[in-house]
């Protein structure tokens, strides 16, 4: 079992930044992908971007390439997201969750291990 847990998320005005954190605990996370996803009020939940732990190999939507970037810390089993040039359209709870390594990092199916998710508004 792997438990996932995200902070780092709250207010920011637009072209501001925020850093989410996604800290796992009850396994390492070497064999599995960590992605971030995000749902905003009345909309499916979308990919956002995510990292494969062994590869360190990183992916992205395409409304955050540039502006977002992925990284983790072996030591600390965490993930993070670092969220510049920050939009109202990235307003949203933004879950982190890890799967499989071998699957389709893209497909929220792929992800076994979800968190509770973290609040991001971005004001205009």
């Known amino acids: 079992q792997v438990q996932v847990v995200e902070s780092g998320g709250g207010l920011v005005q637009a072209g501001g930044s925020l850093r989410l954190s996604c800290a796992a605990s009850?396994?390492?996370?070497?064999?599995?992908?960590v992605g971030w996803f995000r749902q905003a009020s009345g909309m499916e939940r979308e990919f956002v971007s995510a990292?494969?732990?062994?590869?360190?190999?990183?992916f992205y939507a395409d409304s955050v390439k540039g502006r977002f970037t992925i990284s983790r810390d072996n030591g600390k089993n965490t993930v993070y997201l670092q969220m510049n040039s920050l939009i109202p359209e990235d307003t949203a709870v933004y879950y982190c969750?890890?799967?499989?390594?071998?699957?389709?990092?893209?497909?929220?199916?792929?992800?076994?291990?979800w968190g509770q998710g973290t609040q991001v508004t971005v004001s205009s």
């Open positions: 009850g396994r390492t996370l070497s064999s599995y992908a």
């Open positions: 969750a890890a799967g499989s390594s071998f699957g389709s990092v893209y497909r929220a199916s792929t992800y076994v291990y």
């Open positions: 990292i494969r732990w062994s590869s360190g190999s990183t």
